[in-house]
């Protein structure tokens, strides 16, 4: 764990707070430390946790949260319905949902993935790749690469829409959709809805394929960069398959140390409680969880596409497979540890959905009239799966009259949570500790938390908008001295000595 | 058994632009947060109407959490389109106006303005959108579960009234004068 976490005399150091604020993901914001010579004494990122959600749904009949769960978030629903259908499957006592009602659900989160992942990376994240850090901040953004590279905007637009399509179509509407019920789906594919998304497979299945090439350009053009920027060591938590392949849907835990020791494996997803542990921190509203095994500062661990791509054995579709196989030679035979590589292992996910997406929609169980069993009701019910940023849990314990009477949700960004933290600090200590605080370097901590994808990321993309606060404090006085002001539309002055920055 | 193929000769797209209904009304909101539900309930509301009716054929109605990139999409082959969504700070019970496409500081979110929408449609199709207006219905109270206010609840009403004029009148010109300012 680093140094930076916590200062030894905060009192005395000058406040640095990059605060955005999101609509439904949750809020948050970076704060450093800096003393008078602008080394950074303290590096922290805050999340308020979305907590509220889990009364707000206690007291509900449990067969309503699949689809009640999906109003948490804007951003990835599909994921929260799918987490809440798996456990409610456990509460109907359905042990082994029908082949053709896994497969729907499975070409629903591959839909779900396929639109995060390109959203993400062509609308979030490309900026970080196609332009220098000291470009304009007017420019650094998705209006910029639309301007300079029309086509990579447009792919990320249609692979966005053809990801919601599926959705749409598996799930009977865009949103609010009922697609799963308990115990199984409520509707198959028909061959006329088969076919419209098969339509243009092929070409997201291209486009893919192009931005892999993209990222390794960028990657090949500065190794030193993407090698050093972020990167920390770490645990790796995910679900793997049976077989141990790369599986976004089911599976068993799985966690590798940093030199890529399998910790525990196939752990029956039910026992998480087992294995994982959840620390508090006083200055921070969002949980730590860890590895129980390892200890809170041993333990914290990394989810997502980098998580599962260095967990897994292989992917079991071709052209993801012939991808990770290159990138995995990154890590010379352990897992690949920088954080910039997120991206590259989310577009290898990206490609891994098409491909998966094809298969699903060329498998016959997918037009079945088996679509739900039922068994024995049970008080208990847990589902996980791997949602686009990383490994979800969904927890509920019911009464007799199946109400929800217990809810547990940890969501992926609470599962990164440590990790965003040391590679922040990673970044303050190695990129702007003893310099000036300018913009482009408080960027660099945006680009640092983006690349993990966290619900929050919307915000933290919205570069040079975010009201931003650097106040330079006298250390023996408490007397703020200086203060740099960003304003939400960009603009950005000098609170203490208000004329434009530049004018003088 | 696998049923036997058909072939489309289309794309998605293709058929995107040549099937949609001319008008499209696009509403966001959150069911679960209070007023927030204002717009998924006022395509509820309108959708029954428009079964008691049964004359608004060339409308197709359509909700989501929030706006975001792809909706820049189902904005080709329109005539018209319609945002709706909870205010919370125009005037009561609602504000009609015309949207222009335009980069504002939502545009590199999750969470798209409606005239980010019309600007990554201008810069994905060179060329302009389609006329589009924004109603924005007067919310008060927007808290996890909270049911929908009494308040709001006035407001939806004389928005949906307003709409049926709307509907009536499926042109920008007129739309247009009748757009607060």
Same mark, same amino acid.
Not at chain 1, 480 to 489: G, I, K, Q
Not at chain 2, 48 to 54: A, C, P, V
Not at chain 2, 101 to 115: E, F, K, N, V, W
């Given at each position: 764990m680093s140094a930076l976490e916590t200062a030894a005399h905060p009192e005395r150091l000058c406040r640095v707070a990059i605060d955005p604020l999101s609509r439904v993901e949750g809020h948050g914001k970076v704060t450093l430390l800096v003393d008078r010579d602008h080394h950074i004494r303290q590096a922290r990122l805050h999340i308020v946790e979305f907590r509220g959600f889990e009364k707000f749904i206690q007291g509900r009949p449990y067969w309503e949260v699949p689809v009640v769960v999906q109003r948490l978030c804007g951003i990835c629903p599909v994921s929260h319905h799918l987490a809440a259908a798996k456990a409610v499957d456990q509460l109907v006592g359905a042990k082994e949902i029908t082949p053709t009602a896994e497969k729907i659900r499975r070409l629903m989160h591959y839909g779900q993935t396929l639109q995060s992942h390109a959203v993400h990376f062509f609308h979030l994240a490309s900026p970080d790749f196609l332009f220098d850090f000291d470009d304009p901040t007017a420019h650094r953004n998705i209006g910029g690469v639309m301007a300079d590279f029309p086509d990579i905007a447009r792919q990320g637009v249609r692979l966005r829409k053809y990801g919601q399509e599926v959705i749409r179509v598996t799930a009977g509407k865009r949103i609010h959709g009922s697609?799963?019920?308990?115990?199984?789906?409520?509707?198959a594919l028909t061959l006329q809805e088969r076919n419209y998304l098969l339509t243009d497979l092929d070409l997201m299945t291209q486009w893919a394929r192009n931005i892999l090439k993209l990222i390794k350009q960028a990657y090949a053009l500065n190794p030193g960069y993407f090698t050093h920027f972020a990167t920390i060591r770490s645990n790796y938590l995910s679900l793997v398959r049976d077989d141990r392949a790369l599986d976004l849907y089911h599976g068993g835990l799985r966690a590798r140390n940093d030199k890529g020791e399998i910790l525990f494996d196939h752990l029956d997803y039910r026992r998480y409680a087992q294995v994982l542990r959840e620390?508090?921190?006083?200055?921070?509203?969002?949980?730590?969880?860890f590895i129980h095994s390892l200890g809170p500062d041993k333990g914290w661990y990394r989810v997502g596409p980098l998580a599962r791509v260095n967990n897994c054995d292989f992917i079991a579709?071709?052209?993801?497979?012939?991808?990770?196989?290159?990138?995995?030679a990154l890590g010379e035979g352990q897992p690949v540890h920088l954080t910039l590589a997120y991206h590259w292992a989310r577009m290898i996910e990206l490609l891994h959905a098409a491909e998966a997406i094809q298969e699903l929609l060329l498998d016959p169980d997918i037009f079945g009239d088996e679509l739900v069993v039922r068994g024995e009701m049970t008080r208990e019910g847990i589902g996980v799966i791997e949602a686009p940023r990383g490994t979800l849990f969904h927890h509920y314990r019911i009464n007799e009259d199946g109400l929800i009477e217990k809810a547990n949700l940890i969501v992926s960004t609470t599962n990164n949570n440590q990790a965003m933290n040391e590679s922040i600090r990673q970044v303050a200590e190695h990129y702007l500790d003893g310099k000036e605080l300018t913009e482009p370097l408080l960027n660099q901590i945006e680009v640092a938390v983006r690349a993990y994808d966290p619900c929050l990321s919307c915000a933290t993309h919205a570069l040079g908008q975010m009201p931003l606060h650097v106040e330079l404090v006298e250390e023996s006085t408490g007397e703020?001295?200086?203060?740099?002001?960003?304003?939400?539309?960009g603009t950005v002055r000098n609170e203490a000595f208000p004329l434009p920055l530049g004018a003088g | 058994?696998?049923?036997?193929?058909?072939?489309?000769?289309?794309? !998605?797209?293709?058929?995107?632009?040549?099937?949609?209904?001319?008008?499209?009304?696009?509403?966001?909101?959150?069911?679960?947060?209070?007023?927030?539900? !204002?717009?998924?309930?006022? !395509?509820?509301?309108?959708?029954?109407?428009?079964?008691?009716?049964?004359?608004?054929?060339?409308?197709?109605? !359509?909700?989501?959490?929030?706006?975001?990139?792809e909706h820049a999409v189902d904005l080709e082959g329109r005539a018209l389109a319609l945002f709706v969504d909870?205010?919370?700070?125009?005037?009561?019970?609602?504000?009609?106006?015309?949207?222009?496409?335009?980069?504002?500081?939502?545009?590199?979110?999750?969470?798209?303005?409606?005239?980010?929408?019309?600007?990554?449609?201008?810069?994905?199709?060179h060329a302009l959108p389609p006329p589009a207006f924004q109603l924005a219905i007067r919310g008060e109270r927007f808290e996890l579960g909270e049911p929908l206010s009494s308040v709001a609840e006035a407001n939806l009403v004389a928005a949906l009234a307003f709409t049926c004029r709307l509907l009536e009148r499926r042109d920008a010109a007129t739309w247009d004068q009748w757009a607060f300012v």
């Open positions: 697609g799963t019920v308990p115990g199984g789906v409520n509707k620390q508090v921190k006083s200055w921070s509203y969002m949980k730590f969880p579709t071709p052209l993801a497979e012939e991808e990770r196989r290159e990138f995995m703020m001295v200086d203060c740099l002001v960003r304003d939400a539309d | 058994m696998e049923p036997s193929e058909t072939k489309h000769s289309l794309s !998605l797209w293709e058929r995107v632009r040549v099937r949609v209904p001319g008008l499209l009304i696009l509403a966001c909101g959150n069911p679960s947060r209070g007023d927030d539900s !204002l717009g998924p309930l006022f !395509l509820e509301r309108l959708a029954e109407l428009r079964e008691q009716r049964g004359d608004w054929d060339d409308v197709e109605l !359509l909700a989501d959490f929030q706006l975001q990139i909870a205010g919370m700070s125009g005037p009561a019970p609602f504000q009609f106006t015309r949207l222009q496409p335009a980069r504002d500081i939502s545009y590199t979110s999750h969470a798209l303005s409606p005239a980010a929408v019309l600007h990554v449609y201008q810069q994905i199709n």
